[in-house]
């Protein structure tokens, strides 16, 4: 069986100029941590394409999907992100679950138009290019789509969305399910990101390392690579492509996978 471990020892000897720092490496339960005007940002992986950030503005929750008790060591969400529909980033019962009265949603208009009442009461909707203010935050809707046939139906162009959050004065990009788009290598002055990379659905490690040498934020990390048939990406080897292309950018490693990649 194929674990976390072994995606992250494959290859490790030669990734390049890039610095990586595996999850595994630091102390038990710390968290990474940004500094920012105002605080810092702490990044804490959840699962899969789920993630908590906690910043000075409030407390941020991205695609939460699962067990609510996975989400118990987290102060409640005042904002929850959703990129798109598919089951793996949005939930109906955990954001039930999750969604506290001052809580707000940001959704694309997909997955607002299927929120149920008392929900969509408390959510925005965002279109791809769409700006908004959020916690005080500019916050940027981002397409994310395939771009490869084959895949195009998994993703359509306009009706997905990634986000970039302004936090602190730090941009902080989280790509959701997406191919290396137009829009993703033009992206400036990203200081932390979260790229997607599993097949069939998004991209492998090459595209999405090529994608992140075009924008090179000074942090990445590789999430949603647990794919299909075959199709789970290593982390490592996404890693070691990044370094080959000389980008100026340090990959940080998640435990994205705490039940293991076949879970």
């Known amino acids: 069986m194929t674990t976390r471990r072994t995606f992250l020892a494959t290859g490790a000897a030669t990734l390049g100029a890039v610095t990586v720092l595996p999850f595994a490496a630091r102390a038990a339960g710390e968290a990474d941590r940004y500094p920012v005007d105002g605080g810092e940002i702490v990044v804490h992986p959840v699962s899969h394409a789920s993630l908590v950030l906690e910043t000075p503005a409030g407390t941020i929750y991205v695609d939460p999907v699962g067990e609510p008790s996975a989400y118990d060591d987290f102060p409640a969400p005042d904002l929850i992100l959703i990129t798109h529909e598919h089951g793996d980033h949005y939930a109906v019962d955990t954001l039930q679950a999750l969604t506290e009265m001052r809580t707000q949603i940001l959704a694309n208009p997909a997955v607002y138009d299927m929120l149920p009442q008392e929900l969509k009461a408390q959510a925005v909707k965002i279109a791809n290019g769409g700006t908004t203010e959020m916690l005080g935050l500019p916050i940027e809707a981002v397409p994310a789509y395939n771009l490869t046939e084959g895949r195009l139906d998994f993703h359509p162009e306009g009706r997905d969305n990634g986000y970039v959050l302004t936090i602190g004065g730090r941009r902080v990009y989280i790509s959701g399910d997406t191919e290396g788009t137009p829009e993703m290598r033009a992206l ?31 942090y990445v990390y590789p999430y949603h690579y647990r794919g299909r048939d075959g199709g789970t990406q290593d982390p490592a080897e996404f890693a070691r492509l990044l370094g080959e292309a000389d980008a100026e950018t340090e990959v940080r490693m998640g435990e994205w996978y705490p039940g293991g990649l076949e879970g």
Do not use: K
């Open 188 to 218: 400036e002055d990203i200081h932390i990101a979260f790229v997607s990379m599993n097949l069939p659905f998004t991209m492998d490690a090459e595209q999405a390392a090529d994608a992140v040498a075009a924008f090179q934020p000074d």
